[in-house]
């Protein structure tokens, strides 16, 4: 399969089978935005819980918040948000069209070959204002990462908790970006989604002390998104040249994923030293050495909308099945937005139609996640459509069932089907979906 051809292939999917539509559709649309339907959405709330299991409540040093997107307009002056977060802008003097001047091959437009004008600086974040006065003490800004959530929340973090260096922070949330050119579908968004670790340590003493703590979370990254279904040999980490580091981070490490459009930034990772604390003039005291400090801070950043994007192109596969083509998203069970779907042989017997809701009661009373009733159209079309969306079993009821109460359970993969009592389906499915 052609790499381009797949993204296609893959946008196509996401808005015929309600995974992903473009924002504000039947107005045109607005560049940059996406509007997540209920299988992306679960997809997605899939991806934040399995984030939120492993980050938050399996450690005992982490500390979940979820803050407002308005902040203070004095927060992202101290940050240097206003003065210095923005992206190089050219536009062409031929066609007009504006471009991220960094991400140029060449210095002619790239769609008519029109001169370009020089760079001016861009601030990329959004702004509005609260209140009913438009004037500038109202002026605020949405805010363009959820970090600065976290540390505002700092000291009520110490005071309500009163954890021992060194914890964490971890939130999740929307982050808004005035990109210039958004593109790659959901890739590069103007609203996306975040989930963030600040992670507080020791101020080290020597280089080592950071560089410890900075690999363990190398590890613990790279791991997760691992086990959630991306190939290791489809991730690179990129250590970023000194010259391109953001203006708050000592080192910083780039996970790459090979998308159908090419090797791109997937999530980072970010020693940010004491730069955030400092800015906002919050320190930490410290009961058994009784000295006061400020705590530097490690930072994994993950972007939610590249990393569903990034598995939904893991996950595409086309094959031959029963001599069809067919495709089918090749998810792990625990990401998978249908769990079961279960199909009556035949839509237009009574019995059957009634046994396989009953079926269906039950196995969604037991199963953690959606569980799809599909009556329509022939049983194939049913499977295919279940392929087609990474569903892992399709559970059949049939003339049998009714004889002797067992069901066939067909496995997404491989389309093999075995017979199963419908007494043992629960159990079954519980063992298989929280893989
Ligand atoms: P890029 O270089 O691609 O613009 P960045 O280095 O500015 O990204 P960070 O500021 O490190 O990104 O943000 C952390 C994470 O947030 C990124 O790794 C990415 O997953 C996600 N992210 C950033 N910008 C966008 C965007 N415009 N659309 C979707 N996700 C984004």
Known sequence: MQESNKLEKIISL????????????????????????????????????????????????????????????????VTGHISGFHDPLVECKKCHKRFRADHLSGDKCPDCGGELTEEKHFNMMFKTNAGPVDDTASKVYLRPETAQGMFV?????????????????????????????????????????????????????????????????RKEVKNWIVELGIAEKSMHELDVPQNKLAHYSKKTVDFEYDFPFGRNELCGLAYRTDFDLKNHKLD?????????????????????????LALLAEAYNEDELGGEKRVYLKLKPSLAPVKVAVFPLLKN???????AKKVWRTIQSTTDGLVMF????????????????????????????????????????TGKQERVKVGELASLIKKNINK
């Open 349 to 355: 017997k009574l019995e059957l139609v009634e046994k």
């Open 153 to 217: 929340n700092f000291k009520n973090i110490i005071d309500s908790f009163h954890p021992k260096l060194p914890f964490g922070m971890a939130q999740i949330g929307k982050a808004f970006r005035n990109e210039i050119t958004p593109k790659d579908f959901t890739f590069r968004s103007r609203e996306f989604e975040q989930m963030e670790i600040e992670y507080f340590i020791k101020p080290p003493k020597k280089e080592e002390e950071w560089q410890k703590e900075f690999e363990n979370w």
């Open 374 to 413: 599909d009556d329509n159209g022939n049983i194939g079309k049913r499977y295919r459509r279940q392929d087609e969306i990474g569903t892992p079993f399709c559970v059949t009821i049939d003339f049998d069932t009714l004889e002797n109460d067992t069901v066939t359970v067909r496995d997404r993969d």
């Open 284 to 308: 930490y005291y410290d009961e058994e050495t009784k000295e006061r400090f400020m705590p530097h801070v490690i930072e994994p950043s993950f972007g939610l909308d590249r990393l569903v």
């Open 14 to 77: 996401c808005k015929r089978r309600g995974f992903v539509f473009p924002g504000s559709e039947i107005y045109g649309g607005l560049a940059g935005t996406w509007d997540y339907g209920p299988l992306g959405l679960m997809l997605k709330n899939n991806i934040k819980n399995s984030w939120w299991k492993r980050f938050v409540e399996e450690r005992d040093d982490m500390y979940g918040v979820d803050a407002a997107i308005l902040m203070n307009s004095h927060v992202w002056e």
